[in-house]
């Protein structure tokens, strides 16, 4: 099956600092990528949405210029969170599509702890 | 906007019975899809069933089957003979059949197995 692998699955980061999460899909090409973040005990909130050579698509209240969304292969999008503020630790989950109709497929989601 | 509601934050559900999870949702879109997603502690988002809008039938999948009542905009998830391995969060989710096709997800339902 589809499978879409997540890097890292947990990161510590100082204040200030910058971290890159990747995601990659295995065996299928990925035109379509979301990103996620998920509160302890709550749903997943879209990010934004990338697509292979375009720019990122950021949901409303999400800055772009914090979060920067790479997605540059078929196979590989990269979520880097800027600047990182404790207020930025969460769960970060990407998901995958080949079409547009075709089914998502999630990676297992990083931590991310900003002391 | 298109919104999806749960409203059972917690249900429980002994080992071998059935349990039915609700899902509401709003949309004034009349082509688009409803998914039931399973997180189980690994934090993977696993697909359990998913439901095209434009059938009347509902799914099924093993022990997992849909109420979908279009009308109504509800899509309940029920689940026969539930096992152990069923413990997770179950999460509602809708995606349009146009524009960006992006995934709308409700609030989560926690599903404790009792043995």
């Known amino acids: 099956g589809a499978v879409v692998s997540q890097h890292p699955s947990w990161v510590i980061c100082k204040s200030g600092t910058s971290v890159k999460i990747e995601c990659r899909s295995l065996?299928?090409?990925?035109?379509?990528m979301f990103w996620y973040r998920q509160f302890p005990k709550q749903s997943l909130m879209l990010m934004a949405t990338?697509?292979?050579?375009?720019?990122?698509?950021?949901e409303q209240g999400v800055e772009k210029d914090k979060f920067l969304i790479n997605h540059a292969s078929l196979t590989l999008s990269t979520l880097t969170v800027t600047s990182a503020h404790p207020e930025d630790s969460s769960f970060y989950i990407c998901?995958?599509?080949?079409?547009?109709?075709?089914?998502?497929?999630f990676g297992n989601g990083t931590r991310l702890t900003v002391t | 906007a298109q919104t999806v509601t749960q409203s059972q934050p917690e249900m429980s559900v002994q080992e071998a019975e059935t349990v039915t999870l609700s899902c509401t949702y709003d949309?004034?879109?009349?082509?688009?899809?409803l998914f039931w997603y399973k997180q189980p502690p690994s934090r993977q988002m696993i697909l359990v069933i998913r439901?095209?809008?434009?059938?009347?039938q509902n799914a099924t999948e093993n022990r997992f089957s849909v109420n979908f009542q279009k009308a109504a905009k509800s899509f309940s998830l029920k689940i026969s003979d539930s096992q152990l391995g069923d413990a997770a969060m179950y999460f509602c989710?809708?995606?349009?059949?146009?524009?960006?096709?992006?995934?709308?997800f409700g609030t989560g339902t926690r599903l404790k197995v009792l043995a």
């Open positions: 989710a809708y995606r349009r059949d146009s524009g960006t096709y992006k995934y709308i």
């Open positions: 990338s697509n292979e050579g375009s720019k990122a698509t950021y």
């Open positions: 949309t004034s879109e009349s082509d688009y899809y």
């Open positions: 065996d299928f090409q990925a035109t379509t």
């Open positions: 998901s995958a599509r080949t079409v547009y109709n075709s089914p998502l497929h």
């Open positions: 439901q095209e809008a434009y059938k009347q």
